[in-house]
């Protein structure tokens, strides 16, 4: 069934020259200002270039992370229908969304550049046997044969032997069916992605304190018109560039940024004031802040005893944490954290933001609640302009930790142990609600039993490449290679397609339309630009022929909006509340906010305003303690190991390395130290280095860097083979969110 | 079940019950603690600030009695165990209760050394009622009555303790006068340059130093004080005097048992008396490997080992480098490690000072090795030096501890946009280098295009810069004006 859409057309208008460049905070002159322009516009900077042929201008999102900058695609030439052989290029131009505000980073502008250069798949592949080279196949022999493999593997070793493995750059639509299809075709509990390895810490910590989990309760917007941002873990600058115009606008309007982050990264240099703890110390620092904001008086009581519960617990707990002690733990000098708090107590509204640097860590979540009560101690949450926030790194990290692909979930962001969800669910998939499957075990614990007894023998996966992103990779990889079936759904060959059995070439993002939710908790809408190649379906397409060769009869909608018709339906009620909001209403509104709960509601732009989600509408408090890295350096492994990201790549690299703009930028994994242990080491400037952990070895090339601290160095993870540095981090979990402690681990260098 | 006893209710005792139950969740252990004050568990080092603020002494307890209640430990206060009977594993209370034990704590703290001065002690043997010490909360509440109706007092001892209570007293609006036996101010951490350095501090703060002198009596007048005089023969006029001459470890009820004491009671790696297996100590009553703790860092690495040990996980205590913060606003000395106060041999020292900023900082070297420091004045450098002697087997670059953390926030530097070499990448979000913009800048404005300000919004335009994050603008800006400024202008 196919229905047909007018595709909103829109007009991008080349705006007068708005914008400043360093923009004169409260008390400066106007004269001091330097740049082309000094007029600010709402504070915000605005650079627009117009589309060059209005007629074939189609609005989308990019691909890459949870910013999801507004961008157009165009089309030189006649129409969108066109056939797949004679595909012209497209061209990328930023669209003036509330998000990006016209800006686009190296990775948006070259986007396009995989869906033509040749280097995508084309057609299934297929291996006869073990040893056997994958070539090209029939996607009905492709289809076929993983359908058997099913069968044979659920009649053998029972249905809970089959799995699937999800990703967070799937869209809701395909996020949404393929936890149905785990749970309706293939009736298994074990089902999760890899998200786990990116937004569980904070979500969990969310859930525990709100009731609720949406990254920011706020559109980005806000953050402009905040007081005091204290950014922690986060590298904006280089991960998600064009946010940082919110916090120029901040800066601008009198606004105070801190950053903590180890390193002293291109967002640190930005900031007013930089904190630099020992790796794995951010739970003591949070603490220690708390400490003073008591000690201090900044605490905000009435906030406290109306809209809170556990503070006296918390209270308590800090007690411990007083600045001395704290110096001693963090390295964080105590005259930063008297600034600081300083700083926190003096704003009105304030913003506490994390992202990965604290949360991919064994002590992930605590450190967020640590983080969380800081926020709640202060009163700044649950009213505009203030609030925790975790900034969501994934494309649709956040949609895609709603609907079901992660082991403990049903659409909606239910729990799937919930009574009255599961039968609100089954409901929509016509089954019976004790067929509905109970909670699988996570990423990391999955991956880590494959091709055991107890394990999954048979995998399924989909838009994820975990050969180079999981951690401790090289006993994943043997884990993968211990199945008795692999089958892979991607867009390029990844590393992790390259040992399956059955590949399967999905579409990439301008070749389909879909929602995805962006970092805001706003729902927004990819439209098709352009035919996919022949021989590409889309992952909507092969979950319904697949579904359909298992004898499954529940529906697997090909249509997008049909399938987000259906997912919204099974959202009705629970937490991430999708009910009103349609593709209309998106391109309407430039994105709805969950929770939507009616046709006639507007969304939900700004969460808790008027009581958080927990049963008796207070956010609780939740004391915790420093526990430090579970691996901390030694003689033998005497430095920290940081992994992370560069601008220029995405994630592990499968999209991003095979397009040429982007690897000329960032050819090679590199290992970042500092001067004196370069010195130490003898290791000069672009040397060949090895480093090496208990788990493993990778092979980087040397930069040094006077900006990381004297006894950490930092790799980038966007690559495989030699150069993945995730053959050595340490897969020691969360307990409570079951993250992998990607952040830190005791690691020494040798030379190659 | 195991039976754990602990003897005292300080920092140390709370640190360990609170470690111990956390890792036994299935309540192996069955838990006494046993505290000669009356008060639940508080942190001992917040007390000299609450001398400042009366009502932070109503915040310092670390938990409610219910947490002690709800983690099954029996917390009996204000009761002071008298004999360890080591045979029967039996000890016995001053009120004559009698606790069993199979694993016995001594956690008993340390008390304020008091020096010979004639008249602090009153003829029942109590403490004269002007003068105190800053050990305890009783201690601090005397104190606070005290300063009710005083406006000068002598602090005696000017280490660490008697600085922070001289401190203290100050915001409470007395005259204040240390008298310290030592040449000078915190002898045992600093040399006499930082405790020059550091007397110049306290007597800004409007506090009288007298160095090398002792307190030899005390003039009082039943309950009251009028003076203190001096070992050279002047007086001080006061009517309240604090004592902080040192603390003494009480191993007293360990030594009635026969257990070794030395400075304190002797233990092992594994916090075990070396004379009963069935007996430990942790905190201020411990000697481990000639050191005796005097340092609730100390106290709290002890009590997480011996909460381990208490579970038959194995863990072994090693010092790690001692950190001595002074804590008091206005004063700011940290000393890390091994400070190195006489000149040894085959030690060298650095020095900064810097008189205009009042910083003091002396990094000591052993073999050429890192050992240890002080810092006066501008302490951000300590935790970097506390962090560097963590990690021995890694390279120290003192840079940052002596001169700052480069924290310079660079973007406000002018850029030259003229001078800027040609491969620099300018944009990094889009990969945009000086030549780039340099050539489009100049094919702009030879087009004769426009002025400088669109030649900006051309230039941007057409190489991406400045359409991610936006922090390149202030150069890129300057690139394009040194550009097209050397360009004839247009018609």
Redesign the interface.
Known sequence: MVTTRARSRQLVVRSS?AGA??LPKRGRSETET????DRAVNGS?V?L?PALDVANAIDSHCPYCALQCGMTLNHQGSGLDRAADCRAELEIT?RDFPTNQ?????KG?TAADLLTNGRRLTQPLMRRGRGEPLLPCSWDDALDRIASAIKETQETHGRDAVGVFGGGGLTNEKTYLLGKFARVALRTAMIDYNGRFCMSSAATAAQRAFGLDRGLPFPVQDIAHTEVVLLVGAN???TM?????HF?ALRANGGQLVVVDPRRT?TA??A?L?L?P?PGSDLALANGLLHLV??QGHVDAEFVRNRTVGF?DV??AV??Y????V??L???????MRKTVELLGAARSVMVLTARGVEQHATGTDTVSAFINLALALGQCGRPFSGYGAITGQGNGQGGREHGQKADQLPGYRSIDDAAGRSHVAGVWEIDPDDVPRAGVSAYEMLAALGTDQGVRNLLVFGSNPIVSAPNARHVEERLAALDFLAVADIVLSETAATADVVLPTTQWAEETGTVTNLEGRVILRNKALEPPQGVRTDLQLLSSLADRLGCTASFPTDPEAAFDELRRATTGGKADYTGISYERIAAERGVFWPCPADSHPGTPRLFLDGFATPDGRARFHAV?HRGPAEA?D?EY??FLLTGRV??HYQSGAQTRRID?LT??SPEPFVEL????A??YGIAEGADVQVVTRRGTVAVVARIC?SIR??TIFVPFHWGGAGRVNSVTNPALDPDSRMPEFKVCAARLELA | MTNVVVVGAGMAAARLVERLRGRDADRAIQITVVGAERQLPYNRMLLSAALTDPHRLNELTFHPSRWYRNAGIDLIAATRVVTIDRGSQRITCADGRTFPYDKLVLATGASAVLPPIRGIITSNRTLHPAIGTLRSYDDCRRLLAGIKHGRRAVVVGGGLLGLEAARGLLSCGLDIDIVHAGTHLMHDQLDDEGGDVLRRHVESLGIGVHTGLHVKTAKTQGHELLAVRLSDGYQLACDIAVIACGSRPAARLASAAGLSTHRGVVVDDHLRSVDDSAIHAIGDCAEHDGVAGSHASTAWAQADVLADVLLDIDARYAADPRVVRLRAAGLDVAAVGDSVTAEEPSTHVVRLHNPARGSYKRLAFRDARLVGGVFVGDTDGAAALAAALDRPWLPASTDAMLLGTAAAAARHERIDGAVLPDETTVCACNGVTAARLRTAATRLRVNGACDTATALDSVLHETRAGTGCGGCRPAVSAIVEAATASLTPTR
Do not use: Y
């Not at chain 1, 016209?102 to 190296?106: D, S």
């Not at chain 1, 007083?322 to 002690?325: D, L, N, V």
């Not at chain 1, 963090?330 to 930063?336: E, L, Q």
């Not at chain 1, 500092?674 to 242990?677: E, T």
């Open positions: 020259c460049v360093a330097r740049g082309w322009c900077i650079v270039k930023p016209g800006g686009l980073c190296h502008w904006l600058a280089e560039p064009p946010i940082m115009r120029t291109p240099q930005q007013d930089h630099q020992s008591v000690e006296d209270r308590g007690r411990a007083w600045p001395e002690r110096e001693r963090t390295g964080v000098p105590v005259s930063a303690d350096p003689v005497p430095l601008l220029t703009a000329e930028a500092h001067p004196s242990l010195e130490h006077a004297d006894d």
